[in-house]
T-cell receptor, first 111, second 113 residues
Framework: GENVEQHPSTLSVQEGDSAVIKCTYS??????FPWYKQELGKRPQLIID???NVGEKKDQRIAVTLNKTAKHFSLHITETQPEDSAVYFC??????????WGAGTKLIIKP | KAGVTQTPRYLIKTRGQQVTLSCSPI?????VSWYQQTPGQGLQFLFE???????NKGNFPGRFSGRQFSNSRSEMNVSTLELGDSALYLC????????????FGPGTRLLVL
């Protein structure tokens, strides 16, 4: 079946450094790729998304890049801060209304 | 406006019992999706309801079922509970159009003993 692989499962970076999380999807028809952030004990919230007609999207310190040929997309966080510590989930659209999710990356920001 | 709410927030059941979870979406949202979240497994899609009809279904056994009411509130039922059903169950609502943000509820944490 269709799947999304997400790496790494845990990422530890020094405060102020950059963090990169990568996802690979299997369905070549996928055309919508959101990223959600889930802080400890809280609900997942959308932080950024990208559609297949663009290769990159930025929002302040976060950016997402998409390589349709290789079927992978990545989340980039620059100048990391303690509040960036959370679990990040990538997802890819399956059909028109369904998402298939990666297993999550726990991002740890070291002071 | 009020966010997505789920009740109850915590549940303890024993094997073989059944359980019903409830999700109230954001006002105006017609789509409700249900997910099972376990450590290391991410978000596993259960099913999605739109306008009282199941529009999408994940790969879960028939013990997992759901329904949606005319006011868009949704319920999820799990029959004959197994130990492996212990998880956080999240629902998410949206307007139901393509490629849109899903808004998650706080989840119901189910423990099966």
């Amino acid at each position: 079946g269709e799947n999304v692989e997400q790496h790494p499962s845990t990422l530890s970076v020094q405060e102020g450094d950059s963090a990169v999380i990568k996802c690979t999807y299997s369905d070549s028809a996928s055309n919508y790729f959101p990223w959600y952030k889930q802080e400890l004990g809280k609900r997942p919230q959308l932080i950024i998304d990208i559609r297949s007609n663009v290769g990159e999207k930025k929002d302040q310190r976060i950016a997402v890049t998409l390589n349709k040929t290789a079927k992978h997309f990545s989340l980039h966080i620059t100048e990391t801060q303690p509040e960036d510590s959370a679990v990040y989930f990538c997802a890819a659209s399956i059909g028109n209304y369904q998402l298939i999710w990666g297993a999550g990356t726990k991002l740890i920001i070291k002071p | 406006k009020a966010g997505v709410t789920q009740t109850p927030r915590y549940l303890i059941k024993t094997r073989g019992q059944q359980v019903t979870l409830s999700c109230s979406p954001i006002s105006g949202h017609r789509s409700v999706s249900w997910y099972q979240q376990t450590p290391g497994q991410g978000l596993q899609f259960l099913f999605e309801y739109f306008s009282e009809t199941q529009r999408n279904k994940g790969n879960f056994p028939g013990r997992f079922s759901g329904r949606q009411f005319s006011n868009s509130r949704s319920e999820m039922n799990v029959s004959t509970l197994e130990l492996g059903d212990s998880a956080l169950y999240l629902c998410a609502s949206s307007f139901g159009t393509e490629k849109e943000t899903q808004y998650f509820g706080p989840g119901t944490r189910l423990l099966v003993l």
